[in-house]
Structures are given as C-alpha cells and as structure tokens.
C-alpha cells in the first residue's frame, strides 16, 4: 500500500513537472511575439501593438478598456486565427496536407524533453524519497535524440509545399531540405566538439562538465558562433528565412495555409526557437548554472534557482534572436549556400580536429 502510495506520487510529481514545463513555454510563446513586434516597431520608429486591451466593461470598474500596453495582442491573434475559413487547395493531397503541421510542431517539442532546465530535488523522507529530474526524458544519448527529432521538423515543411500544389510552396519545400543539409552538419561538428571535450552524451553532464572546466562559449568559442549561425538556419529566421521568403515566394511553404493550420507552423517556429536557444544555454553557457551557485542544491527551494537562471539565459539569446531578424538584411541563396558548405563546415570540421589532438597531447 505504502509503495503504491509513493509511486502515485512519483508520477504525479513527474506529471507536474511535464505540464509545468510545455506550460511555461506555451505561455512565453504569445508573449514571445509581443515582443518580437515591440522590438520591430521600436527598431523601425513604429509604436507596435498598443490597442489591445481590456473591454469596455463596466463591471471591470477603472480599469475598463485598459490598452494593457497592447498585451492581448496576441490572443486576438488566436481568436482571429480560429474563426478565420480553413481552405484546402482543390488539387492538394489532403491527407499530407493536414499532417504537415504536426509533423513541424511535435518533433520540435520531444526535442526539448531531453534538455534539463535544473538539476532537480529529492522529495519525501526515508525510504519513500524520490528524486525528480527537472528533465522530461533523461537518456544517455540526449545530444543525439535532440539532434535527431529535431532534424524531422523539416519534412513537415517539405510535405507542406507539396501536399499545396503550388509551385512557390514546392520552392519553398526544395529550400528548406537544401538548407537543412547545408548547415546541419556544421552544426553537428560544433557540437561534436563540446561533446569530446566533455566526455559523454548526456546533456546534464555537459552541463556539470562546465562547471569544472569553464562554459563552452570560453573553451569552444570558434564552436558556439557556428552553432549560432547554424541555430538562425536551422529555424528559419532572418537572414536565412529562405523557405517562406516574402518578396519572391510570397509565403513559401505555407502560402496555401490559413486558420489554426497556420498557427501551427507559427507556434512551430518559435518553439523552434525556444529549443535552440535551450541547447545553446546547455552546450555554452552552463546551462542552469552560474558562478558562487551550487550546480546540485540540496534542497528544494535552492533548486528552483535552476530553472529560473536557464530561462534567463534563454530569454537573452530570444531577444538576440529578434534583434538579428529585425537588424540584418536576408542573404541571395547562392550566399546561404556558400556560407554553409565553403566556410562554417571547413571551420567546424577545422576546429573539430584541433579538439581531438589538443585532446590527445593533453591525456598523455
């Protein structure tokens, strides 16, 4: 009776810390774009959202049609995507078609359950204690299975511009594949060098590796810029938002897409972005760490500093994220390709090959 009381609780406690968890960053995701259009609106000499706030109901007293600086924005948004019609093409293939948004939103999101935002706490006493990982999913090969699910969301987009029957969407899918491959392997050399230089695959002992042996972005500099440039590819933001390129593909893949479908791709995008810029924070910056503060705190209260330190440093390379969108100017495609396969790979490859010999003169 008793153990079936504590594994009830052991997986309530796992339960809460997964809803808790895809909770926050759904919630960041709305606000997410609200700042996005304040940064825009502030880097053009625009107001941006202002509008939006609360009704002009009386019984909301003083506060009756309150803009609220523009914060509902987003949920008029959704409600506008909601009611808006749900066309599919005539010629299109349905079934594909209704399929690639999930295909681009659900592996993006197992991608962030193996990256720890916290080390965790024990609760409960004596022999019913049970410790909670703040991970979703913890696996040894958790480098790997980011990389690996994460590489999927990009034949969501394929079978998007398709499944249209539409010769832009079908350019936009061809981009999407083509710049995939063309900086995925660059990035997967950067991060192949962190991962010798700490030993092992999981991410919460990367994490705990530069806590001994200093934060990635001081002992893999060359290795975190070409990450970095390859996370702007790998979510197809600006300069390197090729696949839905406006000027010339008016939308790309999604161009044949409206209503929630859309939101999808939308909600994709920037949850695309939480999880790069999370692995950023866990390969180069220390993860959930910082200096003065124990990486593995004893009780709960101080583990809760975990959290609160990675989603810091996450939401500073999300505004790094929208300032480079906003900033610079988008790349001719034959300079996205050029970038990829004659600079970043050879560098990457480069710096990859001086980890392994600095490695090896080091061990002997």
């Not at 504590?6 to 809803?19: D, M, P, R, Y």
């Not at 690639?100 to 204690?129: K, M, N, R, T």
């Not at 998007?160 to 050399?189: C, D, H, P, T």
């Amino acid at each position: 009776m008793v153990l079936a009381e504590i594994s009830a609780l052991e997986v309530l406690a796992n339960t809460l810390k997964v809803l808790v968890a895809f909770g926050a960053i759904m919630a960041l995701i709305p606000q997410l774009i609200w700042i996005e259009r304040k940064v825009a609106a502030w880097i053009q000499h625009r107001a941006g959202p202002n509008k939006v706030g609360l009704p002009r109901w009386k019984i909301l007293g003083p506060l009756a049609g309150f803009h609220l600086w523009g914060l509902l924005q987003p949920l008029a948004d959704v409600v506008k995507l909601l009611f808006k019609e749900d066309f599919v093409p005539r010629r299109a293939d349905k079934i594909l078609f209704f399929l690639a948004p999930a295909l681009v939103f659900v592996p993006i999101a197992l991608a962030f359950a193996v990256i720890p935002f916290g080390w965790g706490s024990w609760f409960g006493q004596g022999e019913g204690a049970f410790f909670v990982k703040y991970q979703i999913f913890d696996i040894s090969a958790g480098v790997l299975f980011a990389f690996a699910v994460s590489s999927v969301a990009v034949h969501g987009l394929t079978l998007a511009g398709w499944s249209s029957y539409n010769k832009y969407s079908q350019m936009g899918a061809v981009r999407a594949s083509a710049q995939l491959i063309s900086y995925e392997a660059a990035m997967f050399m950067a991060v192949l060098a962190v991962v010798m230089q700490a030993g092992t695959l999981r991410l919460d002992e990367i994490v705990l590796a530069q806590t001994q042996h200093g934060w990635g972005i001081l002992t893999q500099p060359v290795a975190f810029v070409v990450f970095l440039v390859c996370a702007f590819a790998e979510t197809n933001r600006a300069p390197f938002d090729f696949p839905e390129a406006e000027p010339e593909l008016i939308a790309g893949y999604h161009l044949e897409y409206g209503s929630m479908k859309f939101g999808l791709f939308f909600l994709g995008e920037y949850f695309g972005m939480v999880v790069q810029c999370s692995l950023l924070t866990t390969l180069f910056l220390g993860g959930w760490t910082l200096p003065g503060i124990p990486a593995k705190p004893d009780n709960f209260w101080m583990s809760l500093t975990g959290p609160i330190i990675f989603s810091a440093k996450v939401f500073l390379l999300l505004l790094l994220f929208i300032q480079v969108r906003w900033t610079l100017p988008r790349f001719r495609f034959d300079q996205l390709m050029s970038l990829g396969w004659k600079r970043l790979i050879p560098i990457a490859l480069a710096n990859l090959v001086f980890t392994a010999l600095l490695g090896v003169a080091l061990s002997r």
